[in-house]
Each structure stands twice: as structure tokens, then as C-alpha cells.
């Protein structure tokens, strides 16, 4: 796997490996005259021509969305074969490493985040964009505390992974009309629905393999959260149950 610290990528300098996934790496770069800072996704796992053509148009695409809760997309080229994104960059790292499994949040804080990413989600669906990714590790902080949505779908990138534990986690948010290859926006309202019961509850709704998970989401319900948390108001509960209904509609 290359290591691209101290290359020049457009007019970035990479400073610094932020984090790597399995199939891509997220570089922190700085413009060489200006002094900027920006995040640099390359893609390491490499794709074919057809897929780099549709890699691009998706770029384009994310590029044009521009909203106060998503990361914006700068740039595009390719390395060596590797295709990158430039992206702005987020001080704050990802909700996930602000709160690791198992944290539980308060309703308050919880009510703060949502706002943020429903805008940014009804933003994207309005421009005909499903998400399909919505999680905590996409979710970002910036450098006023605000959260920045980021890592739109790109189908011309594989996801499939050899790690069991991350293809799991790849699942664990993913609604079932999605698992059956026909998302909808409401597929981004299910995910999200996902993340708040994760919040709430300390704990997935859904655990197990990555079979036992997709059978999961398909037709067994979630455990009501007031078994986690005896004291949630039902209201809350309620609209965290019906984020999760099977039916899309």
C-alpha cells in the first residue's frame, strides 16, 4: 500500500496519514502557497476504466452540493493510477471517535445532531442524492462544532471486505429495502434512525454477523428503547421505532 506523506497531489503537500479504510486513505494535505488546510481521500484499491469514468461524474455530482452540514469537494485527479478527492477539511475527526461504542447521549445533545444531519439529508435527497453510508464515522466535526456529512456513495468503488467485523459494521445501518439493492431516501431517514437508537441506547439494535444482521434488518423489529433506557419519554421512543419500520412509505 503506497504511502503518499511528502508528495504533492494538485497544489497539496501531504502532511499526514488521518485515516485509512480498506479500500481508501484520508491524507491531511496543505496548499503549498496558501497554507490551507484540506483532506485528501485516495483511492488505493484500484478500479477499471469504465468505473473511473463513473467515479467521476459521481465527484462532479458531490461537488455541487453545497451546504452549511456537508464537507464540500474541492478538487479530483489521479496519482499513479489512484484516483483522490480533495475535500475541506475537519479539525473535530468523526462523531465516532468523539463518541466511541457503547456511549450513550443525552436526548438534548442528541436533538442537536439530528437537526443538523436531517437538513443535510433533505438537502441531498431534494437534489435526487441518496447518501446510502449514513454512520457515525461519516459524520464530521468542524472547526466551529458543527457536523459535516460526508462520504456520499460511490458504487464505482468496491466495498466488499475480506474483515468480517467490517462488513458487519458496513450492514449494521443499512435499511432493508437498501439490503435488497433499491435504496430510497427514506433508506438515509432509516440509517439515521439507526445512529439516534445507537446514541440513546449505548447498543445496535441489530447485532451479530453480517448474515445474522441483514436478516435482522429484514424482518425481526428492534428492541424497544426503553429496554436500554427505562426513563426515555415513549414519544422518543416512538419516533426512533417508526425511523425504523420496515416499510419505507
Same mark, same amino acid.
Given at each position: 500500500?503506497a504511502? &503518499?506523506?511528502g +508528495?504533492?497531489l494538485?497544489? &497539496?503537500?501531504?502532511?499526514?496519514?488521518l485515516r485509512?479504510g480498506a479500500?481508501?486513505?484520508?491524507?491531511?494535505g496543505?496548499?503549498v502557497?496558501?497554507?490551507?488546510?484540506?483532506?485528501?481521500?485516495?483511492?488505493?484499491?484500484?478500479?477499471?476504466?469504465?468505473?473511473?469514468?463513473?467515479? +467521476?461524474? +459521481?465527484?462532479?455530482?458531490?461537488?455541487?452540493?453545497?451546504?452549511?452540514?456537508?464537507?464540500?469537494?474541492?478538487?479530483?485527479?489521479?496519482?499513479?493510477?489512484?484516483?483522490?478527492?480533495?475535500m475541506?477539511?475537519a479539525? %473535530?475527526?468523526?462523531?465516532?471517535?468523539?463518541h466511541?461504542? %457503547?456511549?450513550?447521549?443525552?436526548p438534548?445533545c442528541?436533538?442537536?445532531?439530528?437537526?443538523?444531519?436531517?437538513?443535510?439529508?433533505l &438537502?441531498?435527497?431534494?437534489?435526487?442524492i441518496?447518501?446510502?453510508?449514513?454512520?457515525?464515522?461519516?459524520?464530521?466535526?468542524?472547526?466551529?462544532?458543527?457536523?459535516?456529512?460526508?462520504?456520499?456513495?460511490?458504487?464505482?468503488?468496491?466495498?466488499?471486505?475480506?474483515?468480517?467485523?467490517?462488513?458487519?459494521?458496513?450492514v449494521a445501518?443499512?435499511?432493508?429495502?437498501?439490503?435488497?439493492?433499491?435504496?430510497?431516501?427514506?433508506?438515509?431517514?432509516?440509517?439515521?434512525?439507526?445512529?439516534? &437508537?445507537e446514541w440513546?441506547?449505548?447498543?445496535?439494535p441489530?447485532?451479530?454477523?453480517?448474515?445474522?444482521?441483514?436478516?435482522?434488518?429484514?424482518?425481526?423489529?428492534p428492541?424497544?428503547?426503553?429496554q436500554?433506557?427505562?426513563?426515555?419519554?415513549p414519544a422518543?421512543?416512538?419516533?426512533?421505532l417508526?425511523?425504523?419500520a420496515?416499510?419505507?412509505q
Amino acid at each position: 500500500m503506497a504511502d &503518499y506523506v511528502g +508528495q504533492q497531489l494538485c497544489n &497539496y503537500t501531504i502532511v499526514r496519514l488521518l485515516r485509512r479504510g480498506a479500500f481508501t486513505d484520508v491524507y491531511l494535505g496543505e496548499h503549498v502557497h496558501l497554507h490551507t488546510n484540506a483532506a485528501i481521500k485516495i483511492i488505493h484499491s484500484g478500479i477499471s476504466s469504465n468505473d473511473l469514468q463513473q467515479f +467521476q461524474r +459521481q465527484a462532479r455530482t458531490i461537488a455541487h452540493l453545497i451546504h452549511p452540514h456537508i464537507i464540500r469537494t474541492l478538487d479530483f485527479g489521479i496519482q499513479n493510477t489512484a484516483p483522490f478527492l480533495i475535500m475541506d477539511y475537519a479539525p %473535530g475527526g468523526t462523531l465516532r471517535e468523539l463518541h466511541p461504542e %457503547g456511549t450513550t447521549l443525552s436526548p438534548a445533545c442528541i436533538v442537536s445532531y439530528v437537526k443538523q444531519i436531517a437538513a443535510a439529508l433533505l &438537502y441531498t435527497h431534494e437534489k435526487q442524492i441518496v447518501h446510502r453510508y449514513v454512520k457515525p464515522e461519516n459524520m464530521l466535526l468542524g472547526s466551529c462544532n458543527e457536523i459535516l456529512l460526508s462520504d456520499f456513495n460511490f458504487p464505482a468503488l468496491p466495498r466488499n471486505s475480506d474483515d468480517p467485523g467490517r462488513e458487519a459494521q458496513r450492514v449494521a445501518y443499512m435499511a432493508p429495502e437498501q439490503l435488497q439493492g433499491m435504496p430510497l431516501p427514506a433508506s438515509d431517514q432509516y440509517a439515521l434512525g439507526i445512529v439516534v &437508537y445507537e446514541w440513546l441506547c449505548g447498543s445496535l439494535p441489530f447485532q451479530g454477523s453480517t448474515l445474522e444482521i441483514v436478516v435482522q434488518h429484514l424482518a425481526a423489529p428492534p428492541p424497544l428503547p426503553c429496554q436500554y433506557v427505562p426513563l426515555l419519554s415513549p414519544a422518543i421512543g416512538n419516533v426512533v421505532l417508526k425511523a425504523l419500520a420496515k416499510d419505507p412509505q
